[in-house]
């Protein structure tokens, strides 16, 4: 009775605000293209000013839309006083702050490659500094301001010697063919004769020059599926410093392994960074260690491992008397949560402080003063700020609640957040750094926002076999007491990802489609992230019947608590493993109307040899061939029920999709349409999987567009 009539309350007052704001329309399609998001706050060494990026869409001739960044500079206590450092038409990234604050180190492109380049934020123009053939990244400055360590690529045939690894072609040794690529940079001399009528050697030679212009493609190695193509080269990624001085650079590690995470030493002698030196390929190698690197004879020593653990992110404390770590217990990898923890100068002591946390968090930086560690990660539906004390562990929350701390900084007393709550996807913040004093820096959104009305969810919480599911309930525009509205439920892939009023990739779809008449119905299933490892294990050899049982659980409690969802008039979408999601549910419940699957996996098996997420099916079922395994999959896969699907269903996939595959689709789709089901398939060309969030525009808002037009074709809306 009480969850009633708080329902009923709930329903008057929503009902009232939108009488009130009569005059407000709901949020369009079309308004994708004004979103602002905010990124990588940092405040200046004086703590006056903030840099940070702007991301935007921005037309170009075509009619079409480009994605666009700036880096801008703010007066903290005069936000209208806002400095543009460069122009919309380039892209820059991993930009850093000079020890003394008066120049800006950056990564932009420069003939076809990036490069480092530095901008003096006093005036004038931006300078390339470095010159690298395959491209550099990455900038970070030494503490005297004097050199800048950097990343750079190096392809695995231009590295001298053998790896310590066999060659993975069968029957064949380094070395026993020409080095074609090597030999147009001038690494290496032709001494082979290339004939295909010749002796074994010649022969050779003949098919690895075809080889070397990808005609064919020879593939040996395991991770060969990119994001939107084959990845057949092996790089690795090392480290190199240049002095400002003179302008020479020199590489600080080379050979057959990458170095990541680089940090300087507080007095400039050393660097370390993340690597693992081992005989395994690389694309077997999820580990990594910390390695010390002398600036003086670049030796490259171990300082940091742990057994059973993979570490990386090194950061010196301000006072450099204490190394921030950040690592994860790799038993059970897949499902231990992230750890930041600290450790002496000279590498002993390694104590963890977030262990008791149980969540995944990221982001970590250090206060002023050395005490304590600031640091963010998803939480119950939000992404919270949270902060831990050096001296005792003692974690607690800075900022938390409904909204997102999607990047932050931190100088003395002073807090600079990107946020993103309902009411708003994106702007700039600042507060004391006890998240008090909030103000607002920027209204890229809010300004364009004045006239919108938005769509705010109700957040509810069951108990459902051990699992404390959180699920939010969203009012369709336009809400009259006694009338009963078309209801869609929205799922979310990963499976480990995590939804709720702080995260940030939804928020337009959500509005548009609460804008359309729709009510929104969304849960957290076992297996999110944001709940801690036993939650996020809680699909384990299960994805199927446990996550549905609590999604649909979530519908059913919205259904009795609302009376204005339309139990007869219910529709169902989700993408990647929420795709996965739908397919299955429509294979076992007739409840819905329509359900929209997209960019998903139907198959299991067949998953693990076309995806670039194939791990997956190891980590969460086991290979194949194992004893047991292969039923265990099958009961699994959508596509194993395919026949039971009567619900009118429309597919999505991106043709350059390798993280989950198209011809997963392809079988689904294929499979109804010879049974004479009620099927449509969409294919978005030159896209992959990120379509959704980083596609080209006109695409993203076709996807949108055909969402809703395919459930209006099943449901009717209240005049």
Known sequence: MRIKFTSFLCLLLLCSSIVSAQEKKPVQ??????????????????????????????PNKGGEYDYRSQLLMMDIQNPESVKVLNSPSYDLSSYSLSPDGTKLAFTREWEGKSQIWILPLDGGEAQVITSEKNGA?????????????????????????????ANPRPGRKYGDEPNYQAMKEGLAKDSIKQNMDGDLSELRAWLANNASKNDPRVIDRLSFLGERGLSTDISFRHLGVIDLSDKKSEALTSGYLSFGSAVWSPDGTFILASSFESDQHPDEIEDSNIYKINLSDKIVSLFLQKENHRLSGPEFSPDGKLIMISGQLTEDRSFNQSLIGVVKPDG????????????????????DDGKSIFFSGA???????????????????????????????????QLVYAKTQVSNPSELYFSTIEGKNEKALTDFNSSWLTDRWVSEPEAHHFEQDGFGIDYWVMPPFGLKEGVKYPTLLEMHGGPTAMWGPGESSMWHEFQVLAGRGYGIVYANPRGSGGYGKAFQKGNYRDWGDGPAKDVLAALDKAGEEYDWIDKDQLVLTGGSYAGYLTAWIVGHDHRFKAALTQRGVYELTFFMGEGNAWRLVPNYFGYPWEEGVKEILEYNSPQTYVQNIETPLMIFHGDNDLRTGVRQSELLYKSLKIMGKPVEYIRYPNEGHELSRSGAVHRRLDRIGRIVEFFERYVTHPN
């Open 29 to 58: 399609l079309s308004d994708m293209v004004k979103i602002v998001t905010v990124t990588n706050p940092e405040i200046t060494k004086d703590g006056k000013r903030v840099l940070f990026v702007k991301n935007f869409l921005e």
């Open 348 to 367: 002993s002591g390694l104590t963890w402080l977030t262990e008791e946390l149980d969540r995944r968090v990221g982001g970590a930086k250090w206060t």
């Open 379 to 413: 939480n119950e539906g939000g992404i919270t700020l949270y902060k831990v004390t050096v001296s005792n562990g003692k974690v607690s929350k800075a900022i938390t609640g409904p909204v997102g701390i999607n990047s932050f900084d931190i100088h003395g007393d």
């Open 137 to 165: 990244s990455g900038p970070v400055w030494s503490p005297d301001g004097k050199k800048i360590l950097y990343s750079f690529s190096v392809p695995m045939w231009a590295i001298e010697g053998d790896p310590s690894w």
